[in-house]
């Protein structure tokens, strides 16, 4: 499938990547200054933080890019672990494990399995016993990424682990986004939903934070592990209801758990005594990614035209059909013109009995290659489509996402007619990853060690600029 449109395009998009790796982005917003066993200042995205002679820097994280982020924490505070003043934790997945010098590198959960795990819980409590360890003169760093409320359950004591693995699975089977499955899960959790500033009341914390959901929510990142809770016990069980699950036998003590907690709910503002010292920071987002692409696409000839969703989506097919009415609009003027943008789309699943395998990044892909092959018409003469998770996994897979061409519309491995059928057939299905993989077109680049939502990129030229 490679042409000069797919090379750009996947040049395109790892330009976007690299923008915000993790490791890079925090080297650059930390800085150390002072003497290393004495009195100190650390820099944090320009603020600066008082370190006595007697404080330690204590970095706390998880999520998937953690562990990257911890590695450029290392970096810029060298000095401190060289005087004994550095330590920390971090829960990251098992594939994007980091050689760290004194913060250790937790396997919270197994590659392509983001649900939690008891690994999670005991890394979980870890968390907690640092962040209780922490004195007046020490300082709390966390280090927060997307893909971190897997990563770090604590479940309420009310429910075990296992059932509220059970909500999750529930609620993105039906389709529930990402501020849906947070509203839940963190009324579930002991550090989720602000517990983790309320873990560290009274002493100084500040929370560098790697965004993965659209229009950046303190209160969604992560599930808002350091962001006061604007939603409630109530809420979530709004959530349950409408998507069919409150009435679930097996869902029962959750329920009841919720629904206590909802009849003597008083919010925590997380203001006023003990919050003086916390920040919350973002240090990237999917923003940053589109903004990258959008210089790459504009080196190699390109007019460059992007956006980044600021809210989920919603539906795929939505999308699919959203993103190729922009591309058509964008090559009528017939120069070389690129399409960059950054959501995160939802996909309904298919039932268990029936579903294979793939992503929303898959999915959205293979929705816009059956929409090419049903009305060629609608396509420039020369294209590309790609879509992929910045975060290098695509739903359970070891593919980020997915791409085509004109060739593969246009001169398809099988006849015309059978690729349609199976085309449609593996959409109905969500085995989005199993077509791509027999016919080719998969985007695998492995674990980037980030995670700012999808980034994908839509290409037209009959020519390229020289």
């Not at 329920?255 to 003597?264: D, H, I, N």
């Not at 816009?368 to 590309?384: Q, T």
């Not at 791509?436 to 994908?456: E, H, I, P, Q, S």
């Amino acid at each position: 499938m490679s042409c000069r449109l797919i090379d750009s395009a996947l040049t395109i998009w790892q330009s976007g990547v690299n923008a915000v790796l993790p490791e890079k982005l925090i080297e650059t917003r930390l800085a150390f200054s002072g003497e290393p066993t004495g009195s100190a200042v650390v820099t944090l995205c320009g603020e600066a933080f008082p370190l006595p002679a007697a404080g330690r820097v204590i970095v706390v994280g998880m999520g998937k890019a953690s562990g990257a982020m911890a590695a450029g924490a290392e970096k810029a505070l060298a000095p401190l672990i060289e005087a004994g003043r550095l330590s920390g934790w971090v829960n990251l997945p098992a594939n994007a494990l980091t050689p760290l010098r004194v913060v250790y590198a937790h396997a919270g959960r197994p590659a392509g399995l983001n649900e939690p795990t008891e690994e999670g819980v005991a890394g979980t409590r870890e968390i907690a016993r640092l962040i209780g360890s922490a004195g007046a003169d020490d300082l709390i760093l966390a280090l927060i990424s997307g893909g971190g409320s897997a990563l770090a359950p604590l479940p309420i004591p009310e429910i075990t682990l296992e059932k509220k693995a059970l909500v999750t699975r529930l609620l993105s089977g039906s389709g529930a986004n990402i501020v849906e499955l947070n509203t839940v899960r963190k009324q579930l959790s002991e550090i989720k939903g602000g517990g983790m500033r309320r873990m560290a009341r009274g002493r100084r914390l500040v929370a560098l934070i790697l965004s993965d959901v659209l229009g950046d929510p303190l209160d969604v990142i992560a599930s808002g592990a350091t962001a006061a809770d604007t939603a409630t016990p109530a809420d979530a069980l709004e959530v349950l209801s409408r998507f069919g699950l409150s009435g679930r036998a097996d869902l029962a003590d959750v329920v009841a758990a919720l629904e206590t907690r909802a009849s003597g709910f008083i919010p925590d503002p997380m203001t006023g005594a003990g919050y003086e010292n916390h920040r919350n920071l973002i240090v990237g987002n999917n923003r940053t990614a589109v903004d990258a692409a959008l210089r790459r696409a504009e080196e190699l000839g390109f007019h460059a035209v992007g956006e980044s969703a600021p809210r989920s989506e919603g539906d795929v097919g939505g999308v699919a059909r959203r993103l190729i009415a922009a591309l058509e609009t964008e090559s009528a003027a017939g120069t070389p013109a690129a399409l960059i943008s950054g959501g995160e789309p939802t996909v309904t699943l298919a039932p268990p009995e029936i579903r294979g395998a793939g992503g929303r990044n898959t999915q959205l892909v293979l929705l816009a290659l059956i929409e090419a092959l049903r009305h060629r018409e609608r396509f420039p003469a020369r294209f590309a489509f790609l879509s992929g998770g910045t975060d290098g996994e695509d739903g359970p897979t070891d593919a980020a996402g997915a791409y085509f061409d004109e060739t593969f519309v246009d001169d398809p491995p099988i006849s015309r007619e059978e690729f349609r059928t199976a085309a449609e057939e593996a959409a109905r299905r969500n085995d989005s990853y199993t077509f791509f993989k027999k016919y080719g077109g998969l985007l695998t680049c492995g674990a980037t060690g980030t995670n700012v939502c999808d980034l994908r990129v839509l290409l037209a030229a009959s020519k390229l600029a020289e």
